[in-house]
């Protein structure tokens, strides 16, 4: 789980880019961080990046496909 320290420099928001499952190798439309939710892993992705590869963390059989989601959004102004 991602953590932070400093809660009133973020902000909540309802985009459907935080709804959104993306299989491995997808482009990462939006930088920040990403978590896969099947296993709770967490990635960090520069802006203009893919998400790693199949290969970047392996799920135990049975524990289902790889699907990162983005859990922050990094801005930009």
Not at 5 to 14: A, D, H, I, R
Not at 37 to 54: F, R, S, T
Request: glycine share 10%.
């Amino acid at each position: 789980m991602a953590l932070y320290k400093q809660g009133q420099l973020l902000t909540q928001s309802q985009h459907q880019a935080f709804d959104t499952l993306l299989p491995p190798g997808s482009d990462a439309s939006n930088p920040g961080i990403y978590r896969c939710a099947v296993c709770g892993d967490e990635i960090g992705i520069a802006k203009g990046h893919v998400l790693p590869p199949q290969n970047h963390h392996q799920h135990v059989p049975g524990q289902g496909p790889i699907r990162w989601q983005l859990l922050v959004c990094a801005q930009q102004r």
